[in-house]
Protein backbone atom coordinates (compact mmCIF):
# COMPACT_ATOMS: atom_id res chain seq x y z
CA UNK A 1 0.00 0.00 0.00
CA UNK A 2 2.67 2.61 0.32
CA UNK A 3 3.99 1.83 -2.79
CA UNK A 4 0.16 2.89 -4.86
CA UNK A 5 0.78 6.58 -2.55
CA UNK A 6 4.16 7.12 -3.14
CA UNK A 7 3.23 6.19 -6.50
CA UNK A 8 -0.18 8.50 -6.52
CA UNK A 9 1.62 11.14 -4.79
CA UNK A 10 4.60 11.00 -7.61
CA UNK A 11 1.45 11.21 -10.07
CA UNK A 12 0.42 14.28 -8.66
CA UNK A 13 2.96 16.25 -8.19
CA UNK A 14 4.17 15.52 -11.92
CA UNK A 15 0.81 16.77 -13.22
CA UNK A 16 0.87 19.66 -10.65
CA UNK A 17 4.50 20.53 -12.26
CA UNK A 18 3.47 20.03 -15.82
CA UNK A 19 0.43 22.27 -15.10
CA UNK A 20 2.69 25.05 -13.87
CA UNK A 21 4.98 24.71 -16.79
CA UNK A 22 1.81 25.03 -19.49
CA UNK A 23 0.92 28.19 -17.52
CA UNK A 24 4.14 29.96 -17.51
CA UNK A 25 4.84 28.44 -20.99
CA UNK A 26 1.33 30.13 -21.90
CA UNK A 27 1.69 33.49 -20.47
CA UNK A 28 5.19 33.87 -21.93
CA UNK A 29 3.91 32.95 -25.30
CA UNK A 30 1.02 36.10 -24.86
CA UNK A 31 3.69 38.67 -23.77
CA UNK A 32 5.66 37.61 -26.89
CA UNK A 33 2.32 37.80 -29.17
CA UNK A 34 1.28 41.33 -27.54
CA UNK A 35 5.20 42.27 -27.98
CA UNK A 36 4.76 41.41 -31.80
CA UNK A 37 1.68 43.42 -32.38
CA UNK A 38 2.68 46.56 -30.60
CA UNK A 39 6.27 46.33 -32.93
CA UNK A 40 3.62 45.83 -35.72
CA UNK A 41 1.18 48.45 -35.38
CA UNK A 42 4.27 50.87 -34.45
CA UNK A 43 5.40 49.73 -38.19
CA UNK A 44 2.02 50.61 -39.45
CA UNK A 45 2.14 53.62 -38.07
CA UNK A 46 5.23 54.70 -39.52
CA UNK A 47 4.36 53.99 -42.51
CA UNK A 48 0.87 55.91 -42.47
CA UNK A 49 3.06 58.93 -41.35
CA UNK A 50 5.63 58.12 -44.41
CA UNK A 51 2.24 58.45 -46.86
CA UNK A 52 1.00 61.62 -45.52
CA UNK A 53 4.63 62.78 -46.03
CA UNK A 54 4.58 61.72 -49.47
CA UNK A 55 0.96 63.17 -50.22
CA UNK A 56 1.94 66.37 -48.80
CA UNK A 57 5.33 66.86 -50.90
CA UNK A 58 3.00 65.94 -53.75
CA UNK A 59 0.57 68.43 -53.07
CA UNK A 60 3.47 71.43 -52.35
CA UNK A 61 4.27 70.45 -55.48
CA UNK A 62 1.25 70.88 -57.25
CA UNK A 63 0.55 73.98 -55.52
CA UNK A 64 4.13 75.31 -56.26
CA UNK A 65 3.90 74.37 -60.29
CA UNK A 66 0.38 76.01 -60.41
CA UNK A 67 1.56 79.08 -58.16
CA UNK A 68 4.62 79.34 -61.45
CA UNK A 69 1.90 78.83 -64.01
CA UNK A 70 -0.39 81.75 -62.32
CA UNK A 71 2.96 83.69 -62.18
CA UNK A 72 3.63 83.09 -65.88
CA UNK A 73 0.67 83.46 -67.24
CA UNK A 74 -0.11 86.85 -68.65
CA UNK A 75 -2.94 88.38 -66.62
CA UNK A 76 -5.36 89.39 -69.06
CA UNK A 77 -8.39 91.77 -67.97
CA UNK A 78 -10.93 89.88 -69.96
CA UNK A 79 -11.12 87.91 -72.49
CA UNK A 80 -10.62 84.00 -73.57
CA UNK A 81 -7.31 82.11 -73.42
CA UNK A 82 -7.10 81.13 -77.31
CA UNK A 83 -7.20 77.83 -78.46
CA UNK A 84 -10.26 75.45 -79.55
CA UNK A 85 -13.31 74.54 -77.60
CA UNK A 86 -11.42 71.24 -76.92
CA UNK A 87 -8.20 73.43 -75.81
CA UNK A 88 -10.93 75.33 -73.37
CA UNK A 89 -12.64 72.04 -71.98
CA UNK A 90 -9.06 69.90 -71.12
CA UNK A 91 -8.21 73.17 -69.34
CA UNK A 92 -11.30 73.81 -67.23
CA UNK A 93 -10.93 69.84 -66.50
CA UNK A 94 -7.37 70.21 -65.25
CA UNK A 95 -8.82 72.56 -62.60
CA UNK A 96 -11.83 70.74 -61.89
CA UNK A 97 -8.98 68.24 -60.93
CA UNK A 98 -6.78 70.56 -59.07
CA UNK A 99 -10.52 71.91 -57.02
CA UNK A 100 -11.04 68.18 -56.06
CA UNK A 101 -8.02 67.88 -55.03
CA UNK A 102 -8.18 70.45 -52.75
CA UNK A 103 -5.26 72.89 -54.51
CA UNK A 104 -7.64 75.55 -55.70
CA UNK A 105 -10.60 76.67 -54.02
CA UNK A 106 -14.37 77.29 -55.73
CA UNK A 107 -13.86 80.71 -55.83
CA UNK A 108 -10.28 80.65 -57.72
CA UNK A 109 -11.99 77.67 -60.08
CA UNK A 110 -14.71 79.66 -61.10
CA UNK A 111 -12.41 82.95 -61.80
CA UNK A 112 -10.35 81.18 -64.21
CA UNK A 113 -13.07 79.33 -65.98
CA UNK A 114 -14.60 82.39 -66.63
CA UNK A 115 -11.45 83.25 -68.06
CA UNK A 116 -10.64 80.61 -70.29
CA UNK A 117 -14.03 80.80 -71.46
CA UNK A 118 -13.96 84.81 -72.00
CA UNK A 119 -17.16 85.14 -69.54
Not at 26 to 33: V, Y
Not at 87 to 98: P, T, V
Request: charged letters at 20%; hydrophobic letters at 45%; a neutral charge.
Amino acid sequence: MRRRRSLLGTMATTAVVVGTAKAVGGAMDGAADQKAAAQQQAAAQQQQVADLQTQQAELAAQQQALAEQAAAAPQAAAGPIPGSLDEQLAQIQQLAALKDQGVLTEEEFQAKKKQILGI
